[in-house]
């Protein structure tokens, strides 16, 4: 489930093992199976990417090379173009085996040298002489090639650690030292906490999707603890907020979409135990984390009277003054905190909202 730059260079060797001995023979450029952009190459990309991602995604766990190519498409994983060259490819240069080896009566897979024989075997496929034969022939392998080694320079994510260390049954050393460097002082309790985090309680615990959410944070979220005093605790303290929600899931998904707002959520939990107090009374405001272009501006008067007016229409309208006051100070504190904001600035606007909810809060004792 989790690929580190180490496997990839073992890949990379692999390959580069197998195309030194069909160079040694001089069959570089007419090898259909093991040549450069032969079938292997195809197959080769095509398994790369299944071991890569079949880890997360099931549909991937196929075995025909054709379906495999589909479902990498469809998936996101190869281009539709690249999908598309891959699948014809293949049909091209599986049409040229079956040919070589019917004619040949045993397991062959080198076109013939350029002269008569080549011709001849051009003309039973439907070409005009080797030489077409061949033009077409090399046209394929480049562009199979070309897409092999765009997928080979790719780096691997380096988080290899990781999986073992959100794997329970897994002893962790590598991942509870690479915490112990990440300044986690006390790095097995850590540890537990971060499987109470992607796997859940014992008595209920997380559906797979939402361990490999989590999977796919985690590296944000221990590099922003890093940067910290006390990681360890911090981490505590957001396993108390985070454990509070009923649906982690769409936390997960909503930080695995934008990786930027672990940094928030760390950064609020670091700098005031206050707010993360109004976290754990209603980890709700974790919305007003989501809102990122928010920060950018101070509310307006209008702004807050319009967001009371909706409050007041919900299930339960008693709560919208509190609804307001926290949620707000939770936006006008990410501001100060994350945008630099100035002190005056955020008196302004802590001002502003407490004339809003008094004036309400007013009008409603007059009516009474």
Same mark, same amino acid.
């Given at each position: 489930?989790?690929?580190?730059?180490?496997?990839?260079?073992?890949?990379?060797?692999?390959?580069?093992?197998?195309?030194?001995?069909?160079?040694?023979?001089?069959?570089?450029?007419?090898?259909?199976?093991?040549?450069?952009?032969?079938?292997?190459?195809?197959?080769?990309?095509?398994?790369?990417?299944?071991?890569?991602?079949?880890?997360?995604?099931?549909?991937?766990?196929?075995?025909?090379?054709?379906?495999?190519?589909?479902?990498?498409?469809?998936?996101?994983?190869?281009?539709?173009?690249?999908?598309?060259?891959?699948?014809?490819?293949?049909?091209?240069?599986?049409?040229?085996?079956?040919?070589?080896?019917? /004619?040949? %009566? !045993?397991?062959?897979?080198? #076109?013939?040298?350029? =002269? *008569?024989?080549?011709?001849? $075997? +051009?003309?039973?496929?439907?070409?005009?002489?080797?030489?077409?034969?061949?033009?077409?022939?090399?046209?394929?392998?480049?562009?199979?090639?070309?897409?092999?080694?765009?997928?080979?320079?790719?780096?691997?994510?380096?988080?290899?650690?990781?999986?073992?260390?959100?794997?329970?049954?897994?002893?962790?050393?590598?991942?509870?030292?690479?915490?112990?460097?990440?300044?986690?002082?006390?790095? /097995?309790? %850590? !540890?537990?906490?971060?499987? #109470?985090?992607?796997? =859940? *309680?014992?008595?209920?615990? $997380? +559906?797979?999707?939402?361990?490999?959410?989590?999977?796919?944070?985690?590296?944000?979220?221990?590099?922003?603890?890093?940067?910290?005093?006390?990681?360890?605790?911090?981490?505590?303290?957001?396993?108390?907020?985070?454990?509070?929600?009923?649906?982690?899931?769409?936390?997960?998904?909503?930080?695995?979409?934008?990786?930027?707002?672990?940094?928030?959520?760390?950064?609020?939990?670091?700098?005031? /135990?206050?707010?993360?107090?109004?976290?754990?009374?209603?980890?709700?405001?974790?919305?007003?984390?989501?809102?990122?272009?928010?920060?950018?501006?101070?509310?307006?008067?209008?702004?807050?009277?319009?967001?009371?007016?909706?409050?007041?229409?919900?299930?339960?309208?008693?709560?919208?003054?509190?609804?307001?006051?926290?949620?707000?100070?939770?936006?006008?504190?990410?501001?100060?905190?994350?945008?630099?904001?100035?002190?005056?600035?955020?008196?302004?606007?802590?001002?502003?909202?407490?004339?809003?909810?008094?004036?309400?809060?007013?009008?409603?004792?007059?009516?009474?």
């Amino acid at each position: 489930k989790y690929f580190d730059d180490g496997t990839l260079e073992d890949i990379r060797e692999t390959k580069a093992q197998t195309e030194a001995a069909i160079e040694s023979r001089g069959e570089t450029e007419r090898e259909v199976k093991l040549g450069r952009g032969g079938i292997r190459d195809i197959e080769f990309t095509v398994q790369m990417l299944q071991l890569l991602n079949g880890g997360r995604i099931e549909g991937l766990r196929v075995r025909n090379t054709l379906e495999a190519i589909h479902e990498l498409g469809l998936h996101g994983r190869l281009a539709p173009f690249e999908a598309n060259t891959l699948a014809r490819n293949y049909a091209f240069l599986r049409q040229i085996e079956h040919r070589l080896q019917v /004619e040949d %009566a !045993r397991q062959c897979h080198a #076109l013939p040298e350029p =002269g *008569p024989m080549l011709d001849d $075997f +051009a003309r039973r496929l439907g070409y005009l002489d080797g030489a077409a034969l061949m033009r077409v022939y090399k046209e394929h392998s480049r562009e199979t090639r070309a897409i092999l080694e765009r997928f080979l320079a790719a780096k691997g994510s380096g988080q290899l650690w990781l999986g073992d260390l959100l794997n329970p049954t897994s002893s962790a050393e590598a991942g509870l030292e690479k915490l112990r460097g990440m300044g986690f002082d006390e790095p /097995e309790p %850590a !540890r537990a906490e971060l499987l #109470l985090l992607a796997c =859940g *309680p014992a008595e209920r615990p $997380f +559906a797979n999707h939402v361990r490999q959410q989590f999977a796919e944070i985690a590296p944000f979220l221990l590099n922003s603890l890093s940067h910290t005093a006390a990681p360890g605790r911090l981490l505590v303290r957001l396993g108390q907020i985070l454990s509070r929600l009923s649906a982690p899931a769409t936390l997960y998904e909503l930080l695995r979409i934008n990786p930027v707002l672990c940094h928030f959520l760390v950064t609020l939990v670091a700098n005031s /135990e206050y707010l993360a107090n109004l976290l754990l009374r209603d980890p709700g405001l974790m919305d007003m984390l989501s809102d990122v272009d928010a920060l950018d501006s101070p509310t307006t008067r209008d702004d807050l009277e319009t967001e009371l007016a909706n409050l007041k229409t919900a299930y339960e309208p008693e709560a919208a003054l509190c609804r307001l006051r926290d949620g707000e100070m939770m936006r006008i504190a990410m501001r100060e905190l994350v945008r630099g904001g100035r002190l005056a600035q955020v008196g302004d606007e802590l001002t502003q909202l407490a004339e809003v909810i008094l004036e309400d809060a007013l009008r409603t004792a007059r009516a009474k």
